[in-house]
């Protein structure tokens, strides 16, 4: 696959996020989580089979609540001749067509969509077969700081040291630092250590994910990320900071023996490893993640007279890019695709 901006594919797959995007937006505020999320599944799947490539799913959701749709394990995507012979595929890409990871979460933030709160995404990172460590459905324990702090903390070692080396790093006091963390009961010791080492706490509902990468960009409002979230969203901060820098430390945290086999099975022997970046995500991965409803980083899903709108963060460590993608949908009559349910 050709690198530079011009050529690389990374760009398509910001047209897989939008779709599900805009799937999902149907059902912001109507209670619902669960349908907007099957919308979104659907709409990416449907893109996704009509792109120049072939997938399988090595990161996602699959719990019992989740459709049988973009599962661990499930193919999807084209990848015709016919495309080839267009040029819809880049030079030198033909032979990769049947071999690329998929990391996928359709809908994140269920619940504030369904409230028409801000924080749901629907993201993707993608990169050649084996650019993403197997890892099933479960928790992890993650860590995730800026680059200039990438060698100096460790996920083993106690909350308070960790705060204490980045404030070096980042040349400031403890007291400075901003720690982001989902709140949750499980993290209430976790919140308490925080506290008591004298640094700035933020609590979030949902987005550790994003909440990650505003960590591992120096964004003014997150300086660490911490605590225990879903590996899919492990796996996809890692493919992200692969394109942004920063670092993700993580290891598992299986709440039951079959979540231990499951590890085992996927090749991992030491189910207690310290993960790195590195480890989770190799280089050559791409990112995508469209709003829903308003980000950290980006705009919703917003109907207008001209039609809908919305924006894309779109991160390749094959072109070296950082993009912002700002696209108007429009229908053949020149007005909005959809009706997100507003009238």
């Known amino acids: ?8 594919i990374c760009g398509q797959f910001s047209i897989v996020t939008e779709a599900a ?10 209670g619902d989580g669960l349908a907007a999320d099957l919308a979104a599944r659907e709409a990416m799947v449907a893109e996704l089979d009509r792109m120049p490539i072939r997938g399988r799913v090595a990161a996602g959701r699959g719990g019992n609540e989740a459709p049988n749709i973009l599962r661990l394990g499930d193919e999807v995507g084209g990848g015709s001749d016919s495309q080839v012979a267009a040029g819809l595929l880049a030079e030198g890409a ?7 990871d998929l990391a996928v ?3 994140e933030g269920h619940a504030a969509l369904a409230a028409g709160a801000d924080g749901a995404l629907s993201m993707i990172a993608a990169g050649p077969s084996g650019s993403f460590m197997k890892v099933p459905d479960m928790y992890m324990q993650k860590l995730v700081v800026p680059e200039a702090a990438a060698a100096v903390v460790d ?10 080396a980045v404030a070096a790093a980042l040349g400031r006091r403890p007291s400075d630092i901003i720690v982001v963390v989902l709140d949750r009961p499980r993290h209430e010791e976790l919140i308490a250590q925080i506290r008591r080492c004298g640094a700035r706490l933020k609590l979030i509902a949902d987005g550790d994910l994003s909440a990650g990468l505003a960590a591992a960009a120096s964004d003014a409002g997150a300086d660490m990320c911490i605590g225990i979230g879903g590996s899919t969203e492990g796996i996809m901060t890692a493919a992200a900071l692969r394109c942004l820098g920063g670092e993700i430390q993580a290891r598992f945290w299986p709440v039951s023996r079959h979540q231990v086999e499951l590890i085992k099975a996927a090749g991992i022997e030491d189910v207690e490893a310290r993960l ?10 791409l990112f995508s993640a469209t709003a829903v409803t308003a980000g950290r980083f980006l705009k919703a899903v ?5 039609g809908i709108r919305t924006e894309t963060l779109v991160l390749c460590s094959r072109c070296h890019a950082i993009r912002t993608i700002k696209t108007t949908h429009r229908s053949e009559n020149g007005g909005a695709q959809v009706s997100l349910g507003v009238r």
Not at 21 to 30: D, I, K, Q, T, V
Not at 155 to 164: F, G, L, T
Not at 276 to 285: C, E, K, L, P, Y
Request: hydrophobic share 45%; glycine share 6%.
């Open 155 to 164: 996920i083993e070692a106690p909350v308070a040291d960790n705060i204490r």
């Open 105 to 107: 979460i359709p809908l």
């Open 1 to 8: 696959m050709a690198t530079s901006a011009g050529q690389c």
């Open 276 to 285: 790195t970046t590195r480890d989770m995500a190799d280089d050559g991965v």
């Open 21 to 30: 995007a805009l799937a999902a937006a149907e059902w912001m505020g109507r």
């Open 302 to 306: 917003d109907a207008r007279a001209d």
């Open 94 to 100: 033909a032979d990769s067509r049947d071999h690329w």
